[in-house]
């Protein structure tokens, strides 16, 4: 029913418009000159005006709707289940509400069936509901439009007034929601500190993290939340992944935008930017089944001990999954390099990979740590390749050649775990927080780098 309300509210919109604007035409006659706003004008501001009104209600009908029905059903519910747990009360209502779409319930039983009716009934009510208010209002934004079509209207003037705080309120959107997601960072990492007796040493500075394993009643054991093994293996295989991507990335980027030709560059380029739209599970599968048995095969070849997991294998495909990331930046900006700078070394008797190394590459310095950045960034945010070639297990060890893993994967395993969310959430949102606060101060020096020499070279 959203939906179809939704593309009803856009039609609407689209009727608004036309009739708003033949309007306009017509009042003006032959002398359009006499408007002051042209006649697309006054259709967008009835177009704008009926999709405000319409998919407002709409909204606000759809999320009053849920919560009164849901609160109808509940205190129902309680009136017939008054000693039960709460628990079991939702219960009730998620197995009447699966008899009412005709999906397969838990549990049957004379109160489901009747919460099941009554939730079939409310839902009618509610779509009835939905769908006179939001025609009406949307009709009635566009006959009140409509009647507003004069001459002297400034039809222009407002509806860029309205496009503007649209446009306001999508950008205080995505502020509220950056400030939302780090206050619920914040507030989950106290929690959890305050549950451990805040012992932020033990979590900074600790060696063994099991932090799930002493469970007992919401508490955890401060002696098993060191996350040290966690940071090293995220710091290992990025430091992996980075000595592969740099470098090709890099050198990849400077061939295809000084030495190579056209044809080679129109060709080459997509190719090689094939590798970022590839899922990171099949690099995963990549890195699980032939590059790991491959490293394995090597090292015991001359006498290594390789672990079947192990952080090499993950780096090395996670590099070549950044590879196109730094590539395609740092070409972009090495050629955005003034051609001048290049003459101006020429001139001067320098030759072309002098001229590469001592002009071209400090010119486009900010770009490429941006891009080196970017690509920290995803070696730091990946997972997928992680838990299918490095493994799973807390091991502290600079030895690229055994089994590590990283803060995002155990953010996984805690929340996709089994048990209790409001207990394994505080171990991950206080890993989240700390990799948000160490992403944070590499962009922080990023940025100052890129500063620092952007006044020297612009």
């Known amino acids: 029913m959203t939906a179809t309300m939704f593309i009803a509210v856009l039609g609407l919109a689209a009727v608004a418009f036309l009739l708003s604007r033949q309007r306009a035409y017509r009042i003006a006659g032959a002398n359009l000159s006499a408007l002051h706003s042209r006649p697309a004008y006054h259709g967008t501001y009835s177009l704008l005006w009926v999709l405000v009104v319409g998919w407002g209600l ?209 060709t080459v380029k997509p190719l090689l930017e094939i590798l970022a739209g590839i899922p990171t599970v099949v690099y995963g599968f990549f890195a699980a089944i032939t590059v790991a048995p491959a490293i394995r095969g090597a090292g015991e070849a001359i006498g290594l001990s390789v672990a079947s997991e192990s952080a090499l294998a993950a780096g090395v495909v996670m590099g070549i999954m950044i590879i196109p990331f730094i590539s395609s930046l740092s070409d972009d900006v090495i050629n955005a390099v003034p051609q001048s700078l290049r003459d101006g070394s020429y001139g001067l008797g320098a030759n072309k990979s002098e001229t590469i190394r001592q002009v071209v590459l400090p010119a486009a310095l900010p770009g490429i740590v941006s891009a080196v950045l970017l690509g920290v960034s995803r070696a730091v945010g990946e997972t997928m390749i992680v838990v299918m070639a490095a493994g799973q297990g807390a091991n502290l060890t600079a030895n690229p050649l055994e089994a590590v893993t990283t803060v995002t994967v155990q953010i996984v395993m805690l929340i996709t775990g089994d048990t209790e969310a409001t207990t394994a959430a505080g171990p991950a949102f206080t890993l989240g927080f700390t990799l948000f606060c160490v992403t944070l101060a590499m962009n922080i020096i990023a940025l100052r780098i890129v500063r620092r020499y952007r006044e020297l070279y612009d």
């Open 58 to 266: 709409l909204l606000a009908l759809s999320v009053a709707s849920s919560v009164l029905i849901e609160a109808n059903l509940s205190a129902r519910i309680a009136e017939a289940l008054p000693d039960a747990p709460e628990i079991e009360r939702q219960l009730v209502l998620s197995d009447a509400v699966a008899i009412a779409e005709g999906a397969l319930p838990s549990k049957t039983g004379d109160l489901r069936a009747e919460i099941a009716a009554r939730h079939t009934s409310l839902q009618a009510w509610r779509n009835w509901a939905i769908v006179i208010l939001v025609s009406a209002g949307a009709l009635l934004a566009t006959a009140a439009t409509w009647s507003q079509v004069a001459l002297g209207w400034r039809a222009r003037n407002r509806a860029e007034k309205i496009i503007r705080l649209i446009l306001m309120s999508m950008a205080g959107i995505a502020i509220l929601t950056t400030i939302g997601i780090v206050l619920s960072l914040i507030f989950e990492t106290l929690n959890f500190f305050s549950n451990i007796g805040w012992r932020i040493d033990k979590f900074l500075f600790g060696t063994t993290w099991s932090p799930l394993s002493g469970v007992h009643e919401g508490k955890l054991d401060p002696d098993k939340v060191g996350a040290v093994p966690l940071f090293a293996g995220t710091l290992l295989i990025t430091l992996i992944a980075m000595l592969v991507a740099v470098p090709v990335g890099l050198f990849a980027a400077i061939y295809l935008s000084e030495f190579a030709s056209r044809n080679v560059r129109s």
